[in-house]
């Protein structure tokens, strides 16, 4: 019996150092892996690297907020990826 206990013991005290630990990591943010951001080039928004929907275009991978703006870009690419490189709005 006092061999489960003390094993019971190590279980919570290892499960709030897991806790602790992970929890301390993530709030200071330091270290080699930061989150990746892609801008959706459809309507321009912030898309964390694991949601949303991604897509590859010419070597180049893209994502995007919705399903809605993966079926545009995935429609008509060129038009997209043109507006992002600066092109003039002249016309
Ligand atoms: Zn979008």
Redesign the pocket.
Known sequence: MEGLGSLLFFAILFFVMMRWGCGAHMMHGHGGHKKEKYI?P????E?DADK?YGMTHQGQSYR???R???G?FDADPERYLNKEKGAEHGM
Request: aromatic share 8%; hydrophobic share 35%; with cysteine.
């Open positions: 959706d459809v309507c321009d928004m898309v949303g995007f907020c919705t809605s703006c993966l545009k």
